[in-house]
């Protein structure tokens, strides 16, 4: 059976971030390929994912692209092309600040879930970031060599060539009226 490491990129920044429980589903099915951020790391990243809640812990490995950053508007028409997500609600979302960003969810590798109980096990002083911390730190590479020993259970590549070249066209389109 392959392990973590096998789809593991060391020239890359590796995260730790959260995401809600239903969001981690919709990733697993496949019907997630975007994840909404107010703020985010910039460039392209991987990440372990931490399942939030009661039955919370680590069971999905991503990788994303760099984030899309624009305007609350853009980023809605992108939702709704890409993912087929609601545009108003995507809209509320960002428009306090008119701005925030997608990352674009290139890969994911699903592995048997590590409990939080494990996790500070390994790593007594980690705390669960609500945004992201960084894996890679020193402080940090016990966890994270930990994870990368871990079983795949089933690795799946998103398909963005196409879903690039409509942000590309969606970012050309003006954006100074809200159209949905």
Not at 4 to 18: G, K
Not at 23 to 29: G, S
């Amino acid at each position: 059976m392959k392990k973590i490491s096998n789809f593991y990129d060391p020239q890359l920044p590796t995260l730790l971030m959260s995401i809600h429980p239903e969001y981690v589903n919709q990733i697993l099915q496949g019907t997630k390929i975007i994840e909404y951020r107010k703020r985010f790391f910039k460039e392209k990243f991987q990440a372990f994912v931490y399942t939030t809640g009661a039955q919370g812990g680590i069971q999905l490995f991503l990788t994303c692209a760099p984030a899309i950053r624009d305007n609350a508007q853009v980023l809605a028409k992108i939702g709704q092309n890409i993912q087929h997500d609601d545009f108003n609600e995507i809209y509320d979302y960002f428009l306090p600040k008119n701005t925030g960003c997608i990352l674009p969810i290139l890969a994911t590798t699903s592995m048997e879930k590590v409990a939080l109980s494990k996790i500070r096990q390994i790593l007594p002083s980690i705390a669960i970031p609500q945004s992201y911390l960084f894996l890679d730190a020193p402080d940090k590479l016990i966890l994270l060599n930990f994870l990368l020993k871990q079983d795949a259970i089933k690795h799946k590549t998103n398909q963005w060539e196409h879903h690039f070249a409509n942000i590309a066209n969606i970012k050309k389109e003006p954006t100074d009226i809200r159209l949905f």
